[in-house]
């Protein structure tokens, strides 16, 4: 009879017990996933174009969700997916630190949108926004496409011309008025008048240090056409004339 009473006991004991871990354990998991343990305080930093809120709201830490939820890598694609971010580093510090270092694309050309606005290009033909004035400083480019909106891509045509403004000297902008899809290849019209025929976008390198050269050195007096197809011969054409290959 003490025997049963005792195994009576310990099974009591051990059910206590478990119940108490169990009751722990619930207690732990509730207090893991609430908000004494969230994402309370959200530190954004790093961008010049994107605001703290949009941020936020884009990486889903709106209402400090708890940390132990949350992964740095789908925060990270979250805010990629805004048009001017290029990459978002995430860091998760525990009480309830969530740290967005954030590295903006680079804008490289303009085209027209619509008649009242202008999209902002990136060298991989991504839209980063729609203004209403043309941006001062950035080449213009024309695909022959209608834009995207912001955080949508150029096609084929238009991320070629792309990285054809993103190969483009700095110095160089100022002269140039536009760089259009001709046929096919790249075209770059100057402001003087002259056309610089650049052709595929390989080597455009090459094809925008000969340009400079030739602006540079060259008698352009009567000049139309400067074909660059060739870096390494760049052609002059005569108005109505005939070639003339340009001296190294």
């Known amino acids: 009879m003490r025997v049963a ?9 051990l059910l206590i017990a478990a119940l108490l871990v169990a009751l722990v354990g ?14 309370r305080d959200v530190e954004v930093s790093g961008s010049a174009h994107v605001s703290r809120e949009s941020v936020v709201h884009a990486a889903g830490l709106e209402g400090a969700p708890p940390l132990v939820d949350l992964s740095a890598r ?9 048009p001017w971010v290029g990459k978002a580093v995430v860091t998760i510090s ?6 967005i ?27 980063l926004e729609d203004v209403t ?4 400083g950035l080449p213009r480019i024309t695909a022959g496409e209608a834009s995207p909106p912001p955080g949508g891509r150029l096609l084929s045509t238009g991320r070629a011309l792309a990285r054809t403004a993103a190969s483009m000297p700095e110095s160089m902008v100022p002269a140039v008025s536009e760089i259009e899809w001709r046929g096919d290849g790249v ?10 025929v650049l052709g595929s976008t390989s080597s455009l390198g090459d094809k925008f240090l000969a340009l400079a050269t030739v602006l540079a050195k060259g008698d352009l007096a009567g000049i139309g056409t400067v074909d660059l197809t060739v870096p390494s011969a760049p ?14």
Do not use: C, N, Y
């Not at 789908?74 to 805004?82: G, K, N, T």
């Open 74 to 82: 789908a925060i990270a694609a979250r805010v990629e997916r805004l």
């Open 101 to 127: 270092r954030l590295t903006d694309r680079v804008p490289v050309a303009e085209m027209r949108a619509t008649r009242t606005t202008w999209a902002v290009i990136d060298p991989t033909g991504r839209v």
């Open 94 to 99: 525990w009480p309830s630190t969530v740290r």
């Open 26 to 39: 619930a207690s732990f998991l509730a207090v893991l996933h609430s908000s004494l343990l969230g994402a």
């Open 133 to 136: 004035s043309p941006p001062e």
């Open 187 to 196: 075209d770059v019209l100057l402001r003087a008048g002259i056309v610089a």
């Open 5 to 13: 009473r005792a195994a009576g006991r310990r099974r009591m004991r």
């Open 235 to 248: 052609v002059l054409i005569r108005k109505a004339s005939s070639p003339i290959v340009a001296r190294k």
